[in-house]
């Protein structure tokens, strides 16, 4: 099973993994056919998601994120002092599928796939599925 490592820089980022995701089919599923990749992040406060990787809109996503969960006092910050991060993880998910045809990512002209990090800046592990 392909995976890769992408280390975050920041408490809160959003990076586009699209061509690391296309490698990784490509290494594992080239040629013709019809498959279903799925992109999984082994973690609890990180998240993968699909949307368009256009630099404003990625630093609106983190802005929300904040938003949406404050960073306030939360019980299990009594253990890791990183539930925020946990917290905004639920809204993203951890995989997403994406259909493969003819060796390639049926991606929309929009769509990119995004490593969601909430708890930088750390080493993320995605796998990849074909
Ligand atoms: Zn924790």
Do not use: K
């Amino acid at each position: 099973m392909p995976q890769f490592t992408v280390s975050t820089d920041a408490r809160l980022t959003v990076d586009d993994i699209t061509d690391r995701v296309r490698d990784a089919v490509d290494d594992v599923a080239p040629g013709p056919g019809e498959r279903v990749c799925t992109v999984f992040v082994e973690h609890t406060t990180a998240g993968v998601v699909v949307n368009e990787a256009e630099s404003r809109l990625l630093g609106d996503v983190e802005a929300y994120l904040s938003q949406i969960v404050p960073n306030e006092r939360w019980d299990h910050d009594a253990i890791d002092d990183n539930a925020d991060a946990h917290l905004r993880t639920l809204f993203l998910g951890n995989s997403v599928q994406v259909p493969v045809v003819g060796g390639d990512l049926t991606l929309g002209s929009w769509q990119s796939v995004l490593l969601v990090e909430c708890d930088g800046p750390r080493q993320r592990t995605v796998r990849v599925v074909v």
